[in-house]
C-alpha cells in the first residue's frame, strides 16, 4: 500500500514532485517508461480477476447479485490500472493511483465481510473498522534501521523512511484480518472461510515475493535483465483479491441461497 522512496542503500532522500522513485530491483536506476517491464506488465493479471468477477456475477441469478460484486470489479481494475502507472511512471503522483485503490479495497472489502459474512451489527463493525485503521498506523510507523526496530529510533536520517520488510509491515493487518474473519467462518461451518483462508496463505506468499524483491536482486537475472520478485507480488496478489472476489460472489449475495418461486394461488372451486 506504501511505497518507499528506495535506491541501492534501501532508502532515498525526499523527492520533489515528479522526481523518479527507484523503489523495486526491476527498475534500478533506470528512468524511462519500460524500466520495469515484467512489473508494468503483471498488472494485467488485476484485469484479468475483474473479467472473471465480471463472467462469475453475470452467471449468479438475479436475486443474489449485490452492488458490492460490481464494486470489487471496478476496484480491481483501478488497482491493475494504478499500479501499472507507478511501475512505468514512478513518482509523488502516481505512487497515490497506485496505492490508493488498494487502501479502499482492504476497506471495502473488511465491512463487506464483517457485515455479509458474520452478520455482525453496525457497531461491531464500525469496532473493527477502528481496529484495523489502529493497527495500521501502528504497522506504517514502525521504523527498521541499521539493526533496530521501533518507533521512535535516534539518529534516523532526516527524509528517510525507515521501513521494514521493504515496506510489506503495512499489509499484516489485512493479513490477520484474513486469518481472523476466515477463520472465524470456517468454525462456525460458512462456506466463505476456506475461500479467505486459502486467499491468506496465498497472500503470506506475496508478502514474501514482495519483500524479498531488493534481497534477492542480484540472484533473479534473465538475459542481463534484474527481475526482482516483485512481479511475482502483483500475480499471487493478483490470485489473492480473486479468491476473495469468489467468497463474496458466492457466499455473500443479496441472498444466501435462491429460494423456488412461490405456487400461484389457486381460485377456489364452486359447486355448480
Not at 52 to 60: C, L
Not at 124 to 136: E, H, R, W
Not at 177 to 184: Q, S, V
Not at 196 to 220: E, K, P
Request: glycine content about 8%.
Amino acid at each position: 500500500m506504501v511505497h518507499a522512496l528506495n535506491g541501492k542503500d534501501g532508502l532515498f532522500p525526499m523527492l520533489r514532485h515528479g522526481a523518479t522513485i527507484f523503489d523495486y530491483c526491476e527498475r534500478g536506476r533506470d528512468p524511462s517508461f519500460w524500466a520495469e517491464p515484467l512489473n508494468a506488465a503483471t498488472n494485467a493479471a488485476f484485469i484479468a480477476a475483474a473479467i472473471a468477477g465480471i463472467v462469475m456475477t453475470v452467471r449468479r441469478p438475479t436475486q443474489v447479485r449485490s452492488p458490492w460484486h460490481w464494486f470489487f470489479v471496478l476496484n480491481f481494475i483501478a488497482i491493475g490500472v494504478g499500479s501499472f502507472l507507478f511501475h512505468t511512471v514512478p513518482n509523488l503522483s502516481t505512487v497515490q493511483a497506485d496505492s490508493s485503490p488498494i487502501g479502499v479495497f482492504m476497506l471495502s472489502y473488511l465491512i463487506f465481510a464483517v457485515r455479509r459474512f458474520t452478520g455482525a451489527s453496525w457497531y461491531l463493525t464500525l469496532a473493527a473498522i477502528a481496529a484495523f485503521i489502529g493497527a495500521m498506523a501502528m504497522a506504517l510507523n514502525v521504523q527498521c534501521w541499521d539493526g533496530r526496530i521501533g518507533f521512535l529510533l535516534e539518529n534516523v536520517p532526516d527524509g528517510a523512511r525507515a521501513r521494514c520488510l521493504n515496506g510489506s509491515l503495512g499489509y499484516v493487518p489485512a493479513f490477520s484480518a484474513m486469518i481472523l474473519i476466515g477463520g472465524y467462518l470456517a468454525a462456525s461451518g460458512h462456506r466463505a472461510g476456506p475461500l479467505i483462508l486459502t486467499a491468506a496463505a496465498m497472500f503470506a506468499v506475496s508478502l514474501a515475493c514482495r519483500s524479498l524483491d531488493q534481497r534477492l536482486c542480484g540472484d533473479w537475472i534473465m538475459m542481463g535483465h534484474r527481475m526482482g520478485t516483485h512481479f511475482l507480488w502483483h500475480l499471487l496478489n493478483a490470485l489473492t483479491l480473486f479468491l476473495l472476489l469468489t467468497a463474496a460472489i458466492r457466499y455473500g449475495g443479496a441472498k444466501e441461497e435462491v429460494l423456488p418461486p412461490r405456487p400461484k394461488p389457486q381460485r377456489p372451486a364452486y359447486a355448480v
